[in-house]
């Protein structure tokens, strides 16, 4: 069964460093996302993604996030400055309109 | 807006037993509704979903919820626990007409026992 890739599945970042996160979501997908989960809370939404844009985002999503789908297979997340409440699981997931399908997810450490 | 609240954080059931559960959601326009498990060091796995057809819907694994309207309810149960059944429970809802987003509940944690 196809699935969402994400890499790495680890980041460990000093604060104020940019991080990219990448992920490969289902090839015939069109639809894309980006979460996160810090410890101990739900899974929050940050991004969507559609037509080679950004279709909705949250208040997380500020000027330090930014999101992009440089070739025809990777979606990636950018943090241009971390902090050290950045710390957290993001994880990836994509769809065709149908349900979404996620990723194992980037555990990201910012020290 | 729309909301999920997922009442118990902690649920304990022995294998064989019972396993239900609760979600309740809020949402001024008739919703998507979704269960997804995760176990640990993994990312979200789709259970079941409700998108409007029928209100009992069978998923994965030996799951299924019944969507009641008229309780704003979409709980997870399974007649019989199995020890692999141990996981993190999200309920996610999604509305129709709008935006693609998921808003999760804060996940239950589902202890199986000997």
């Known amino acids: 069964e196809p699935e969402v890739t994400q890499t790495p599945s680890h980041q460990v970042t000093q604060m104020g460093q940019e991080v990219i996160l990448r992920c490969v979501p289902i090839s015939n997908h069109l639809y894309f996302y980006w979460y996160r989960q810090i410890l101990g809370q739900k899974v929050e939404f940050l991004v969507s993604?559609?037509?080679?844009?950004?279709?909705?985002k949250s208040e997380i999503f500020d000027d330090q996030f930014s999101v992009e789908r440089p070739d025809g297979s990777n979606f990636t997340l950018k943090i241009r400055s971390t902090k050290l409440e950045d710390s957290a699981m993001y994880f990836c997931?994509?769809?065709?309109?149908?349900?979404?399908?996620f990723g194992d997810g980037t555990r990201l450490s910012i020290l | 807006a729309q909301s999920v609240t997922q009442l118990g954080s902690h649920v304990s059931v022995s294998e064989g037993a019972l396993v239900l559960l609760r979600c309740n959601y809020s949402s001024s326009v008739p919703p998507y509704l979704f269960w997804y498990v995760q176990y640990p060091n993994q990312g979200l796995q789709l259970l079941l979903k409700y998108t409007s057809a029928a209100t009992l819907v069978k998923g994965i694994n030996g799951f299924e919820a019944e969507f009641k309207k008229s309780e704003t309810s979409f709980h997870l149960t399974k007649p019989s626990a199995h020890m692999s059944d141990a996981a993190e429970y999200f309920c996610a809802v999604r509305i129709t007409g709008g935006g693609n987003k998921l808003t999760f509940g804060t996940g239950t944690q589902l202890k199986v026992e000997l």
């Open positions: 993604f559609y037509n080679n844009e950004i279709s909705e």
């Open positions: 997931a994509s769809s065709d309109g149908g349900p979404q399908h």
